[in-house]
């Protein structure tokens, strides 16, 4: 089948914990990914140097190189690699153009990773694993699908860029004929905005009949409005899913600030319960994607994540099996209820449908996609 839809979140650089917020994404992305899947084409788009060429790793990789060179991050934990990101967003520090090219260039032409990133890579792929989130590639290794040299003559083709470069200054991508404000795309120290890599990536993969699904925090939001509004110059027919942050204890902050420990996707796995694993997966995906609705702002609230899982063991111990469950054509025919914008299911709706007098059977076809 080909891929009528694309699936394209926005990427984590490998430099944090994955927190409430990175939780939420991910589980909505695989929703829609998994139950979409049951009614069209749909390729989940991931390229790790989507997060990688960017100067939020770039610029944290040099720091630690800079300040404790000998360390072995192999058997470092997330939390303290954590906690050095946050110091480093909190102390001032002098501007290194220089190096930061040098670290972009490593991590866009070899596909270098820093040990700390692939110390974090290698902990993300075991909890999403227990959360039966399937693995978007962060262990593979390609190059991103257009040279950024390629993506600015194509931009410029289009009447997109106001390039001062010659001047010594930065180039901005311009979204002035719709009303939004000038957005840096290149410094005058030729360093790329994190949107040149997602452009890089995705420019070349718009088809005729294709549909572009941008998944985002709502924390971007105005990137993501440009971003589309460039894709579709290209042609791209684009839907974007912002969802809302989840504060933690009233603070909806950037994962730079702290304000995690203790709930990290670590720190939940690891609650000590008596649910098995697809209790576990599927009250998650009760809570992140049922209970925190696509705009929630509700602050994360423990307890309701374990009533949530709770409940998933209830629902799996009533859920059909063998010859007593529907067929898929019955499910594609449910799911196609559930579907919003451009034809995915969407998640809160599918978490809310398989609860209630009226739920849908937990099939196991239908655990595939929820556990």
């Not at 930065?170 to 404000?181: E, H, I, K, M, Q």
């Not at 718009?206 to 509004?229: E, S």
């Not at 209830?314 to 451009?342: E, I, K, N, Q, V």
Request: aromatic share 6%; hydrophobic share 40%.
């Amino acid at each position: 089948m080909s891929a009528d839809l694309l699936v394209a979140p926005v990427t984590i650089t490998p430099t944090k914990p994955l927190t409430p917020t990175h939780i939420k994404g991910l589980i909505w992305t695989d929703l829609m990914v998994k139950a979409s899947a049951q009614l069209t084409g749909v390729r989940l788009v991931w390229n790790n140097r989507m997060a990688t060429v960017t100067v939020q790793s770039a610029a944290f990789w040099r720091h630690l190189d800079r300040t404790e060179p000998g360390v072995d991050w192999s058997g470092e934990s997330e939390e303290r690699i954590g906690e050095r990101y946050v110091r480093f967003h909190a102390e001032p520090r002098e501007p290194e153009p220089r190096a930061i090219r040098e670290y972009l260039a490593r991590a866009d032409e070899d596909g270098w990773i820093h040990p700390a990133g692939r110390r974090m890579l290698s902990r993300w792929r075991r909890q999403l694993d227990l959360l039966g989130v399937d693995n978007p590639g962060l262990a593979d290794d390609r190059p991103l699908s257009m040279s950024a040299r390629s993506l600015v003559q194509a931009l410029a083709e289009c009447d997109l860029l106001i390039d001062h470069c010659r001047f010594g200054g930065p180039v901005y991508l311009d979204g002035t004929r719709w009303g939004l404000p000038l957005r840096r795309l290149i410094s005058g120290d030729g360093i790329p905005n994190y949107l040149v890599p997602i452009l890089r990536e995705l420019v070349p993969l718009i088809r005729p009949g294709r549909t572009f699904l941008l998944v985002h925090d709502d924390g971007i939001t105005a990137d993501y409005v440009l971003l589309a509004r460039v894709l579709g110059v290209f042609g791209a027919r684009v839907t974007r899913v912002p969802l809302s942050r989840v504060s933690v204890d009233g603070r909806n902050l950037s994962s730079r600030y702290g304000g995690w420990k203790g709930v990290t996707l670590a720190d939940l796995s690891a609650l000590p319960g008596t649910a098995g694993p697809d209790a576990y997966r599927l009250g998650m995906r009760l809570y992140f994607a049922g209970t925190l609705h696509q705009e929630s702002a509700q602050s994360f609230r423990p307890e309701l994540l374990r009533r949530c899982v709770g409940r998933a063991a209830g629902l799996l111990a009533r859920a059909p099996s063998g010859s007593d469950a529907p067929t898929g054509p019955l499910l594609a025919a449910s799911l196609s209820r559930l579907r919003a914008g451009r034809g995915y299911v969407d998640p809160y709706r599918l978490m809310t449908a398989v609860q209630g007098k009226r739920a849908l059977p937990l099939t196991p076809l239908l655990r595939t996609i929820c556990t």
